[in-house]
Nanobody, 122 residues
């Protein structure tokens, strides 16, 4: 069982930046960030596998950067030029088995954190 814990959420004005962090308790082959706003479906935001291949959703491409410290099983999401529509609960997800292909599909990740709230005001 891999435990995943996020941190770094908060409130910021539009155009501002936030950095999210996530620590996994054990080895993972890929990790990702998802988000869910009230009344909306969960959305894959960014993902990275152990060899550093990355994938972003079109809605955040060019504004968000995903990275990881593999040795420390830590994942980061640098969020710049934040918009009110980025407001959501952000979840870190991890997979310790299965395909190494980076993916924004939630069903490829077996372990999930409790989430951290990001609120962007206009």
């Amino acid at each position: 069982q891999v435990h995943v814990t996020e941190s770094g959420g908060g409130s910021v004005q539009a155009g501002g930046s936030l950095r999210l962090s996530c620590v996994a308790s054990e080895y993972t082959i890929k990790m990702a960030w998802f988000r869910q706003a009230p009344g909306k479906e969960r959305e894959g935001v960014a993902a990275i596998n152990r060899v550093g291949t990355k994938k972003y959703s079109d809605s955040v491409k060019g504004r968000f950067t995903i990275s990881r410290d593999t040795a420390k099983n830590t994942l980061f999401l640098q969020m710049n030029s934040l918009k009110p529509e980025d407001t959501a609960m952000y979840y870190c997800a991890a997979a310790s088995g299965g395909s190494w292909l980076v993916s924004l599909s939630a069903n490829e990740y077996y372990y999930w954190g409790q989430g951290t709230q990001v609120t962007v005001s206009s």
